[in-house]
């Protein structure tokens, strides 16, 4: 089993810290998977961890806004929308 979670996350490559959360969980899951592979394997059982790629959605055209803003989270709030605008091109691309 191979694991993406550095291709995934490299470092300073997180668009917000809040994303820490999720990227522990994939880590938890990829290294559940890995221990549960080396149980089972003399059983003649192999685990796998199923990662999809992009999926389309209208995130761009769904995104909420609060009400009222905080300054302090500008820059975050910033980095967040590039980060998300240009993965979104990204998939543009690859799907041409």
Same mark, same amino acid.
Request: negative net charge; hydrophobic residues 35%; glycine residues 8%.
């Given at each position: 089993? *191979? !694991?993406?979670?550095?291709? /995934? $996350?490299? +470092? &300073? !490559? !997180?668009?917000?810290?809040?994303?820490?959360? =999720?990227?522990?969980?994939?880590? +938890?899951?990829?290294? $559940? !998977?890995?221990?549960?592979?080396?149980? =089972? /394997? *003399?059983?003649?059982?192999?685990?796998? =961890? =199923?990662?999809? &790629?992009?999926?389309?959605?209208?995130?761009?055209?769904? &995104? %909420?806004? @609060? @009400? %009222?803003?905080?300054?302090? $989270?500008? @820059?975050?709030?910033? /980095?967040? /929308?590039?980060?998300?605008? @240009?993965?979104?091109?990204? +998939? %543009?691309?690859?799907?041409?």
């Amino acid at each position: 089993m *191979q !694991s993406s979670w550095s291709s /995934r $996350y490299e +470092a &300073g !490559s !997180s668009p917000c810290h809040a994303w820490a959360e =999720v990227g522990t969980h994939w880590h +938890a899951l990829e290294v $559940y !998977s890995e221990s549960l592979d080396h149980e =089972v /394997r *003399q059983f003649g059982i192999r685990v796998s =961890v =199923v990662e999809p &790629g992009f999926t389309r959605t209208k995130i761009g055209q769904n &995104g %909420q806004l @609060a @009400a %009222q803003r905080l300054d302090v $989270y500008a @820059a975050d709030r910033d /980095r967040v /929308r590039e980060t998300i605008g @240009a993965s979104l091109e990204r +998939a %543009q691309i690859l799907r041409m």
